[in-house]
């Protein structure tokens, strides 16, 4: 665990006064928290929001903790690809360039749904819009000193597998399987996106992390409208003795994106038991994660389903 310090919270967070910040999903939970501790260490916080009401009562409760902090809206719903390349227009015509984008939102557990593109709502919207995001930002982050690309999985990825033969699960659905594919497809976009950027020589790098089991409100809600009663109950009660509060779960995203000893493809998550809870330091990528050729394939597949193409080499071997 060298490189890090073993109790590595917020108040280790460096200044980062003057930077501009892009937080998906920035409303609640550990995108709040992470907008929260940026805007508080002195950078300019793009809120990405689908919901304009409760962005604007997370900016309230931002401003009673950080008072002056700097902070913009961003309206996006990352399952609409329309509704994310109009996003990346209105920040590519505001701002010259970015120093930090944190692809936190997601979504978790979810019945049987499709985004408004068709896609399965899991894939559509954790891994699709956040590729769909990217790319038209890149020109924003790629050559600024220091710009990092934060991308979160989960030590779910590990149960997941990239089923190419139906991406959106026609042939046996299944809220845990939609979830890990999605999630293993987070980790395959940043390490293939660390390895193009390199390969481009940019200055941005990309890195991933996890929170580990976080007591947000992704999981209990969908349990509560879709799981057995018995399974959402149990989950109340335990999240908060297995999990840690947001602010403990952000902990990783916040030292991916700000730690000086962090470097291109690394993947941060607890150091705990099983990587589910304790300080940051870097958590274990699955062999599918890892696997070049899966990762080459996926961005081919997404390049298409998005229509979105990145302006990177690609790695041949």
């Not at 997941?160 to 395959?188: P, T």
């Not at 976009?189 to 940019?202: C, D, K, S, W």
């Not at 390049?303 to 071997?317: F, H, K, M, N, R």
Request: glycine share 10%; with cysteine; aromatic share 6%.
């Amino acid at each position: 665990m060298g490189g890090h310090s073993r109790k590595w919270t917020e108040q280790q967070v460096p200044d980062v006064t003057g930077k501009k910040a892009l937080v998906t999903g920035a409303n609640s939970g550990l995108g709040f928290e992470t907008a929260r501790v940026l805007a508080a260490r002195g950078a300019h916080v793009l809120l990405g929001c689908r919901n304009r009401d409760k962005a604007d009562t997370a900016m309230e409760a931002i401003r009673a903790h950080a008072p002056g902090a700097s902070l913009e809206l961003v309206q996006m719903d990352l399952s609409s690809l329309e509704s994310v390349r109009q996003a990346a227009e209105q920040v590519r015509a505001h701002h010259d360039h970015l120093d930090l984008l944190i692809n936190n939102a997601g979504v978790m557990w979810l019945p049987p749904m499709r985004t408004e593109d068709g896609f399965e709502m899991h894939f559509g919207t954790n891994h699709l819009g956040h590729f769909a995001l990217t790319g038209p930002l890149l020109p924003l982050l790629r050559d600024t000193p220091g710009a990092r690309i934060v991308t979160l999985s989960s030590i779910g990825h590990r149960m997941g597998r990239i089923h190419f033969d139906g991406l959106n699960l026609e042939h046996g659905y299944g809220k845990q399987k939609a979830y890990s594919q999605s999630k293993l497809a987070n980790l395959l976009f940043a390490h293939e996106l660390q390895r193009r950027l390199q390969a481009a020589g940019a200055q941005a790098i990309s890195v991933a992390a996890h929170p580990g089991i976080a007591g947000t409100n992704l999981a209990t809600p969908a349990l509560e409208k879709t799981g057995p009663q018995w399974l959402a109950r149990l989950t109340a009660r335990l999240a908060p003795v297995l999990a840690r509060p947001p602010v403990q779960g952000a902990l990783p995203t916040l030292y991916a994106a700000t730690a000086p000893v962090v470097n291109g493809g690394d993947y941060m998550g607890p150091d705990g038991p099983w990587e589910i809870t304790g300080y940051p330091a870097k958590g274990r990528s699955s062999k599918h994660a890892l696997d070049p050729h899966l990762a080459r394939r996926l961005w081919s597949v997404s390049e298409e389903l998005t229509g979105v193409a990145y302006d990177l080499p690609s790695i041949s071997s």
